[in-house]
């Protein structure tokens, strides 16, 4: 059962509007987003009132949390968005092509008791005259005003709090 919200409440993208004279509409299918940055826009509102069935819609097949078991990512997808506040969200760059789009953002959230927010830069790509969510690479993770930088290389492991790549004993 999706989470309802009040259409007459502000839209959580902060536009100003009412959700339901604005991405709620996005949402229902009533009218489709124009640009990469509308998507991205109306994808963090759906996450914001818990409209799984949009996130998994307008993610790109290539996207790696892609699943097929539609019924496991919706549940996943409903976990977050029911446990998470979505407070802000702030436009940090957009640049489109005609088939690829990046939109740089942070958003400003709250989750199990803490503040945090997370900048991030979304890729998304056009197939089919449509724009998708393919993927996105976060920068900068900020808990309670610690930044934690995850741009460290996935493979290593820790020994003696010093982080070698993996199959470099020295």
């Known amino acids: 059962i ?4 009040n259409g007459n409440l502000l839209c959580p993208c902060n536009s ?4 339901k004279k604005c991405c709620k509409r996005v949402h229902d299918g009533l009218v489709d987003v124009k640009n990469a940055l509308e998507l991205m826009v109306s994808r ?6 818990g409209r799984c069935e949009y996130i998994i819609q ?16 919706f549940d ?19 640049s489109e092509k005609e088939q690829e789009a990046f939109v740089t953002f942070q ?3 709250h989750q199990n008791g803490n503040d945090f ?22 920068f900068e993770e900020i808990w309670k005003g ?7 290389p996935a493979e290593t492991k820790n020994e003696g709090g010093i982080n070698r790549p993996l199959g470099k004993e020295n």
């Open 44 to 49: 963090y509102s759906a996450y914001a009132v």
């Open 107 to 109: 958003a400003k959230l």
């Open 2 to 5: 999706p989470m309802r919200y």
């Open 146 to 152: 610690i930044v934690k930088i995850l741009l460290a």
């Open 58 to 73: 307008t993610t790109h097949k290539s996207n790696e949390q892609f699943m097929h078991n539609v019924n496991v990512w």
């Open 76 to 94: 996943e997808i409903e976990e977050f968005s029911s446990n998470t506040s979505f407070k802000q969200l702030i436009i940090l760059d957009y």
């Open 16 to 19: 100003g509007k009412k959700y």
């Open 117 to 138: 927010s997370l900048t991030e830069q979304s890729r998304f790509i056009k197939e089919d005259e449509k724009w998708y969510y393919q993927q996105a690479e976060i």
